[in-house]
């Protein structure tokens, strides 16, 4: 009689456990998990942060789901390379991968680099160190000298254990004399848990008083959270019509159940005001994310999230993929701003991804805009979001009165960009002590300069964009890729001197042109390539709400969400500027920015003004915003939209097929064209050279694809790209589902 081995020595001892083999999402290009075995002992589970070799290197990973049932467990895992180790964080919940799953499979994706985005803070994988604290003992030093008296006086009036640097700070001495007195035994060291980020904000601290529509509008938005799984509310409502306070609500409603709060703002990183306000309301400002903070910040936001310490963030759009231990609410607050748009290795759109999560977390989304999005309009028609209407601004502050001002009856002086009624409305806010905003969405002093000889143009060497002057910086640049170079004294072309001419203006430019006009009047240009960077534009802005200024200069970067008390007039300098560049939004999007610039007039009650230059005042959206008449506008965009089937009412997908050689680019576009599949409802237009046809060097064509709204996109454009011609490495495509821009 044989012996089946294994059930005689199971009934004596259990054999160690067999290696597993389990699927990791990596941080590469590649459209499937890596295969990797669990050494023995090594506890992991699907979602948990490991490290994994990758040829010579070792990369972070997440081991994903599907590890019983898939290829990977019939491996051996002897063949296959182990798990190096496992961080001692919280695995990625379900619901954060299945997330992950779902925007990667939507945005076609490599899911590893989804992934990436949820653990961008390798270091804070590991819990952070305690910190040393020295509690006083008391007793006398050796040698007492004033140094050590004002320690040891200050040490004695606190309970908590103290910091070696906080107490040597406190009491301003050097770390030295806190250090001497430990040695002769007055401290006592222990180990602290290290502090928190941010305190813990109170959802009763400072409960607003809410009427009228605020207060009707805020109690539908708390009922849905208070009722609990997925919803989605859009708040619509004026620019100063008190939106921040309901959406505020319905976060202390949230934080009531004891749930996590994401507030995704499109420039977080220049809202210091955003942070302060909601400090008035809870008692303890929101942790901020977004690329500007210190890694060691990062770092503690991101445990904070994990852990369940942080209640609410604050963040720019990567903060929709921090992995939340118990997220129970999502606010999309300018939920138009193009800024929620990624077009980096993963292009998604944070407002759209937003509602995803809010579904597969079965918790409430928030959406918030004074013009929110025709896809989020058109949502709200269908009764797929539920709309609150705030109509009028708070308290007694009016909307501007907003004239526009026909450039073709009221030209500037030669050489000059500002009408004579425009110079009037700022002479006249000057004379009353109140601010002016001048807006002109282009940096720089001029977008073009040329040769007043040859007409040599300076051009980029490596994108088909202008070089544009800074004055300031004495620099032509190139705002596609960075290239600057010293603005040149002679043409290089034939070589004249000092006849090289500015075309067009930018904000510099019309900074001087200011200064001409009011050389006693305190000027600022306010734009992105500010010296000093964040910082430093953070400190202007507060200088501005201050009243230290008279006439601000600026790009969009002034246009958002700021609150200038003392501002009453807003000038736009060219409104015509966004409307004729070929994007199916650009009606919107021009209606948006034009609205948001004159609504930073006139937020405290103040009696103020817009004036808007424009070549067309008949323009539908040149009426739409003197006229008030937001819904007109809306009605008719919606409906050319649905008549040409474009989104929301149809799907669009953009191929850019970029390569070193304008033919190897174009021949690459064509032969994936070629390999389209034929399916009713979806069509496929071009190549064409891309609007920017060069961009750092490499020539781009570009497919668009268009799709009836059931249409199946996603499978469309695998099977072409499976068809299409072999990846070359020379050959880069980028897909971008439900793309923002066409350039
Ligand atoms: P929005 O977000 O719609 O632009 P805000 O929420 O910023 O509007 O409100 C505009 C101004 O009115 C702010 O200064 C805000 O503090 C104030 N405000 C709004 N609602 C209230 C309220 N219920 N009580 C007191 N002040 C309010
Ligand atoms: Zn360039």
Known sequence: MSIDSSSLFGALFTPPAMARVVPVLVPLPVPVAY????????????????????????????????????????????????????FDCPPLSKEMRDFIDWVAAYTLSPP?????????????????????????????PERLTPARTRVMELAATQEQPWTRRGLAHAANVSLSVV?????????????LAPPPVVARPDQDFAEPRLEGP??????????????????????????????????????????????????????????PAFLERFEARFGAKPAEWHSDLSPRVREKVWRGVVTGEVRVVAGARSALFLPFEELGLIVVDEEHDPAYKQEDRVFYHARDMAVVRGRIGDFPVVLVSATPSVESQVNGLAGRYNTVHLPTRFGDAALPDLHLVDMRRHPPERGGFLSPILLRGIKRTLEKGEQSLLFLNRRGYAPLTLCRVCGHRFQCPQCSSWLVEHRFRNQIQCHQCGYSERTPEACPDCGTLDHLVACGPGVERIAEEVEKHFPDARTIVLSSDMLGGV????????????????????????????NFPLMTLVGIVDADLGLSNGDPRAAERTFQLLSQVTGRAGRTGLKSHGLIQTFQPQHPVMQAIVSGDAHAFYEREIEERQKAVLPPFGRLASLIVSAETRAEAE????????????????????????????????HRFRLLVHGRRNSDMQSFLKTMIAQGPKARSSVQIQLDVDPQSFL
């Open 667 to 698: 021949t690459h576009a064509r032969a994936l064209r070629a390999a389209a599949p034929n399916v009713t409802g979806i069509s496929v237009l071009g190549p064409a050279e891309a609007p920017l046809a060069l961009v750092r060097g490499r």
């Open 214 to 271: 605020q207060k009707a509008a805020a109690e539908e938005i708390v009922a849905a959270v208070a009722k609990g799984g997925y919803s989605a509310a859009l708040i619509d409502g004026v620019t100063g019509s008190g939106k921040t306070e309901v959406y505020f609500e319905a976060i202390a409603e949230s934080l009531r159940q004891g749930r996590q709060v994401l507030i995704l703002l499109p420039e977080i990183a220049l809202t």
């Open 179 to 191: 250090d001497g007195l430990m040695a002769q035994g007055v401290f006592e060291t222990l180990f």
């Open 112 to 140: 590893g680099l989804v992934a990436r985005m949820a653990i961008r803070a390798p270091a804070a994988l590991d819990p952070e160190p305690m910190v040393e604290g020295l509690r006083f003992l008391g007793g006398q």
């Open 535 to 562: 910082k430093r534009i953070r400190l202007e802005l507060e200088a501005i709400a201050k009243g230290d200024v008279d006439i601000v200069i600026g790009t969009q970067l002034v246009a958002k969400g700021h």
């Open 35 to 86: 295969s990797y075995a669990v050494p023995d002992g090594m506890h992991v589970e699907p979602g948990s942060v490991v490290q994994v070799p990758i040829g010579p290197r070792q990369v972070i990973g997440v081991v994903w789901d599907g590890g019983d049932d898939a290829s990977a467990s019939k491996l051996d895992p002897k063949k296959v390379r182990p798990i190096t180790l496992v």
